[in-house]
């Protein structure tokens, strides 16, 4: 920070203490009038220190520019720390008014927590030097003199702590303020990111300008939709089907989630996740995770579909899915009153002509899919099928499992029929 960049800390408090330091300087120089022998030359020193002190006035005047206020209070403040240097000189370092114009400069420098503090102590140190110097005579303060000065100093530094002590008052409860304020806007941000997506979200706390555009990025997407729903909300009370419908997605979110897809919407029981924006791990990768995740949700539904017989549905609703990868336009869509983060193309209209092509239990991929899974991913080609909207066949897949969760499997089974072989064999042995 430059010098020009200092701004002025306590104008009011300054001014406060030129005040203290002209009634200090006048008693000490009334009390050396006799010393000098009346010299008429005081009567101008005397009225030119109440003219100082009202010249502290130009600092807060509105026709000066910014910069020229700076420029005068940090000419101002190193006058200040002369002059008082001059006055302990010319008491010729009396301890009694050294000590009170020392306390009251001291506190004014530190009560303010001026960054300008090492101009005001040259000025100090530089005023007693040149008044040790310069000066023709110095004078023995009186005792009355000595009073006043300390009564004086006091009293300023007093006035001074008061002041420290409302404003920390005042700030503790502007702190607590908005400590309040954070906490409830905390709670209503919680309760609205639940109706916007996390790249949504992220970008509006992270403070960016949030407004319409789009971009061109390879993504994968995936739609899942629950077959037989739409027979089982005839069955089904309000509330049973509510607490079902909330249980499956709760459990899908949860898991597109844990494997960094972005959830873009919600309609009903369909789901749509994509992976690769707002954070890629490359399209390979986003790829993967894709499929791993609805594999995750594969094995979920399968859990939900138990405990939903448990709980006496008959036929529970079966999970298809579909995922297709390739370029998109991503982005923000809309007015600049109305916003939604999502994404548009023809691989998302495959994607989602997929997971109606689907299977129950399905996951069906395309191709583009399938050329980057393929050497993580175990899948059935089922060869090409006709899809709405576009003009030439599809070449698709249906995804089996992981090949690494494959090779677990196996070797489970394996060792499971080395044991079973292992079993056999004893007793003959016996």
Same mark, same amino acid.
């Given at each position: 920070?430059?010098?020009?960049?200092?701004?002025?800390?306590?104008?009011?408090?300054?001014?406060?203490?030129?005040?203290?330091?002209?009634?200090?300087?006048?008693?000490?120089?009334?009390?050396?009038?006799?010393?000098?022998?009346?010299?008429?030359?005081?009567?101008?020193?005397?009225?030119?220190?109440?003219?100082?002190?009202?010249?502290?006035?130009?600092?807060?005047?509105?026709?000066?520019?910014?910069?020229?206020?700076?420029?005068?209070?940090?000419?101002?403040?190193?006058?200040?720390?002369?002059?008082?240097?001059?006055?302990?000189?010319?008491?010729?370092?009396?301890?009694?008014?050294?000590?009170?114009?020392?306390?009251?400069?001291?506190?004014?420098?530190?009560?303010?927590?001026?960054?300008?503090?090492?101009?005001? +102590?040259?000025?100090?140190? =530089?005023? !007693? @030097? #040149?008044?040790?110097? $310069?000066?023709?005579? &110095?004078?023995? %303060?009186?005792?009355?003199?000595?009073?006043?000065?300390?009564?004086?100093?006091?009293?300023?530094?007093?006035?001074?702590?008061?002041?420290?002590?409302?404003?920390?008052?005042?700030?503790?409860?502007?702190?607590?303020s908005v400590l309040r304020q954070n906490d409830?806007?905390?709670?209503?941000?919680f309760h609205l990111s639940k109706y916007l997506?996390?790249?949504?979200?992220?970008?509006?706390?992270?403070?960016?300008?949030?407004?319409?555009?789009?971009?061109?990025?390879?993504?994968?997407?995936?739609?899942?939709?629950?077959?037989?729903?739409?027979?089982?909300?005839?069955? +089904?009370?309000?509330?049973? =089907?509510? !607490? @079902? #419908?909330?249980?499956? $997605?709760?459990?899908? &979110?949860?898991? %597109?989630?844990?494997?960094?897809?972005?959830?873009?919407?919600?309609?009903?029981?369909?789901?749509?996740?994509?992976?690769?924006?707002?954070?890629?791990?490359?399209?390979?990768?986003?790829?993967?995770?894709?499929?791993?995740?609805?594999?995750?949700?594969?094995?979920?539904?399968?859990?939900?579909?138990?405990?939903?017989?448990?709980?006496?549905?008959?036929?529970?609703?079966?999970?298809?899915?579909?995922?297709?990868?390739?370029?998109?336009?991503?982005?923000?869509?809309?007015?600049?009153?109305?916003?939604?983060?999502?994404?548009?193309?023809?691989?998302?209209?495959?994607?989602?002509?997929?997971?109606?092509? !689907?299977?129950?239990?399905?996951? $069906?991929?395309?191709?583009?899919?399938?050329?980057?899974?393929?050497?993580?991913?175990?899948?059935?080609?089922?060869?090409?099928?006709?899809?709405?909207?576009?003009?030439?066949?599809?070449?698709?897949?249906?995804?089996?499992?992981?090949?690494?969760?494959?090779?677990?499997?196996?070797?489970?089974?394996?060792?499971?029929?080395?044991?079973?072989?292992?079993?056999?064999?004893?007793?003959?042995?016996?």
């Amino acid at each position: 920070m430059t010098w020009k960049a200092f701004i002025y800390p306590s104008p009011k408090l300054q001014e406060l203490y030129r005040l203290a330091l002209c009634i200090c300087g006048v008693t000490i120089l009334l009390g050396a009038w006799q010393d000098i022998g009346y010299h008429s030359g005081l009567l101008a020193v005397l009225p030119a220190l109440f003219i100082y002190q009202f010249a502290s006035y130009l600092t807060t005047q509105s026709t000066l520019s910014t910069l020229n206020r700076q420029r005068l209070s940090l000419a101002m403040e190193f006058s200040d720390g002369v002059i008082t240097g001059l006055l302990v000189a010319l008491a010729a370092f009396d301890p009694i008014i050294t000590l009170a114009l020392g306390a009251a400069f001291l506190v004014t420098i530190v009560g303010a927590m001026k960054a300008t503090a090492p101009l005001d +102590l040259f000025g100090l140190f =530089l005023g !007693a @030097l #040149l008044g040790l110097w $310069l000066l023709p005579f &110095s004078v023995v %303060a009186s005792t009355p003199v000595q009073l006043l000065v300390t009564c004086t100093g006091f009293a300023y530094c007093l006035f001074n702590v008061n002041m420290a002590r409302q404003t920390h008052f005042m700030l503790a409860e502007q702190h607590e303020s908005v400590l309040r304020q954070n906490d409830w806007l905390t709670l209503r941000t919680f309760h609205l990111s639940k109706y916007l997506s996390p790249a949504l979200r992220k970008a509006i706390l992270t403070g960016k300008d949030v407004k319409t555009g789009t971009q061109e990025k390879t993504l994968t997407v995936f739609f899942s939709d629950m077959e037989g729903f739409t027979k089982l909300a005839e069955e +089904l009370n309000p509330e049973q =089907l509510t !607490a @079902l #419908l909330n249980t499956y $997605l709760t459990e899908m &979110s949860e898991i %597109a989630f844990r494997f960094g897809g972005t959830l873009d919407k919600v309609i009903g029981d369909s789901i749509m996740v994509f992976f690769g924006d707002p954070e890629s791990r490359g399209v390979r990768s986003d790829a993967v995770s894709c499929v791993s995740m609805a594999l995750a949700m594969q094995q979920a539904m399968q859990e939900l579909q138990s405990r939903w017989r448990a709980e006496g549905i008959a036929n529970p609703p079966a999970l298809r899915m579909g995922i297709n990868s390739g370029v998109c336009k991503v982005g923000n869509f809309g007015t600049e009153n109305r916003l939604d983060y999502t994404l548009l193309g023809r691989t998302v209209n495959l994607a989602s002509r997929l997971e109606s092509a !689907a299977a129950s239990n399905e996951i $069906l991929i395309s191709k583009d899919t399938y050329v980057l899974i393929a050497d993580a991913v175990d899948c059935i080609d089922k060869g090409q099928i006709s899809v709405m909207g576009f003009a030439a066949p599809v070449n698709v897949f249906s995804v089996t499992d992981l090949h690494k969760n494959i090779a677990i499997k196996q070797a489970i089974e394996d060792r499971a029929l080395t044991q079973s072989a292992h079993t056999r064999v004893l007793p003959e042995e016996i």
